[in-house]
């Protein structure tokens, strides 16, 4: 079953994670495209400040902002009922918003783990498991799940970061050919090293040494190298093609390719490189 084309414009776009980054870009095109917008982010004034921008670009659009934890359960649920009851019928749910953490495994407590895993997978499970009813009411509506070059690949020193990413991953695959039976399209992201505010905002294992912090969120910072905007912008391409993955700059296709030439193999490569960089406590996202 071969899905139309997306169309944007009238419809409305629920979109986490919208105050900074890919998500603040995502919002933009969004808005360009004519779509009315839910937009969701912990950060109030950076998101009441991407809202403003987009009004005053485009005085005629509905522009919605939500304030909210994803790494509250509770949250989450208030925030879906919210939306199903003005919005009983969305055309796109794009669940961007995501939270790092650095360091080992026995470097990270449980609760740093558990707030990563809340945020970056039971959050976009429990928005979609409850906006599916407003999904598939809307004919030809799509689902975006942001995972990352960690969904890919799993290196050191990102155990909490790479295990939300995978289990986004396999929920978006399997969610794929679930919902096309009722004209959902789901794609699944991959960005690679983008500019953002991912580096600096990123929690660090409680257990990991201060004198390693700061070098290592410089070392990282650095590699964020990709322009935000061309990282919206492929992605909304995607979603109006309904395709099924995207890879976004080569520091994400690379590194795919290696992992399906070498399932096994290509762990060493990467913990070699991790290693000789210093970046075991280190992160990137989107």
Known sequence: MRLPEYRFAGRTAVLTGAASGIGEQLAYGLAFRGSDLVLIDV???????????????????????????????????????RILAEHPAIGLLINNAGVALGGRFDQVSIEQFETVMNVNFRAPMLMTHMLIPALTASPGSHLVNVSSLFGLIAPPGQSAYSASKFALRGLSES?????????????????????????????????????EIEPNRQLFAALLSYPPDKAAEQILRAVAKRKARLLIAASAKAPDLLARLMPVGHARIVRALTVARGAGTAVVRQ
């Open 43 to 81: 950060d109030g004034d950076r998101l009441e400040a991407v809202a403003g921008r987009i009004r005053t670009a485009h005085p005629a659009l509905p522009v919605r902002t939500i304030v909210a934890d994803l790494a509250d359960r509770s949250a989450v649920e208030g925030l879906a009922d």
């Open 175 to 211: 969610l794929r050919s679930e919902l096309l039976d009722n004209g959902v399209g789901v794609t699944t992201v991959h960005p690679g090293g983008i500019r953002t505010r991912i580096a600096e905002s990123a929690l660090v294992g409680s257990r990991v040494p201060e004198e």
